[in-house]
C-alpha cells in the first residue's frame, strides 16, 4: 500500500487549502482512512477520519466544523477540505489507512491502531 500525501502549504489565517491522499497498491474497502498532524515539538494528533465503505466521518474537537474529511472512491482518493485555517492548525499533516474494518463507524483517533502511512505535507498558516 502506497499513500501519497499532497496539498499543503503556506496560507493565511482564515484561509482555505484542500490536501489530497491518493491510495494505491490494492483495492480498498473494508478500511478508515484517517488525516493525523504534527506540530513541532508536539505529538502526533488525530485530525479525522472517514470509514470507506459507509462514508461516516469523525472529526477532532478541534478542526469540527472547520474540516471536512471526503472520499472518492473511483480514484482511490481521500481529502481534508479545510476551512477557516488557523496559526495553530501549522504542522505536517499525515494521511494513514487502518484495515480491517466490519462496521460502519469512523472514530479511530489512536495512531498506533493504523497500518499504513503516507509522507507528509506540510500545512503553515501565517497569523
Known amino acids: 500500500v502506497q499513500l501519497q500525501a499532497s496539498g499543503g502549504g503556506l496560507v493565511q489565517a482564515g484561509g482555505s487549502l484542500r490536501l489530497s491522499c491518493a491510495a494505491s497498491?490494492?483495492?480498498?474497502?473494508?478500511?478508515?482512512m484517517g488525516w493525523f498532524r504534527q506540530a513541532p515539538g508536539k505529538e502526533r494528533e488525530f485530525v479525522a477520519a472517514?470509514?470507506?465503505?459507509?462514508?461516516?466521518?469523525s472529526y477532532a474537537n478541534a478542526v469540527k466544523g472547520r474540516f471536512t474529511i471526503s472520499r472518492d472512491n473511483a480514484m482511490n482518493t481521500v481529502y481534508l477540505h479545510m476551512n477557516s485555517l488557523k496559526p495553530e492548525d501549522t504542522a505536517v499533516y499525515y494521511c494513514?489507512?487502518?484495515?480491517?474494518?466490519?462496521?460502519?463507524?469512523?472514530?479511530?483517533?489512536?495512531?498506533?491502531?493504523?497500518?499504513?502511512w503516507g509522507q507528509g505535507t506540510q500545512v503553515t498558516v501565517s497569523s
Open positions: 494513514a489507512v487502518k484495515d480491517e474494518i466490519y462496521w460502519s463507524g469512523s472514530y479511530y483517533p489512536n495512531q498506533y491502531e493504523y497500518d499504513y
Open positions: 472517514i470509514n470507506w465503505s459507509s462514508g461516516r466521518t
Open positions: 497498491g490494492r483495492t480498498f474497502s473494508r478500511c478508515i
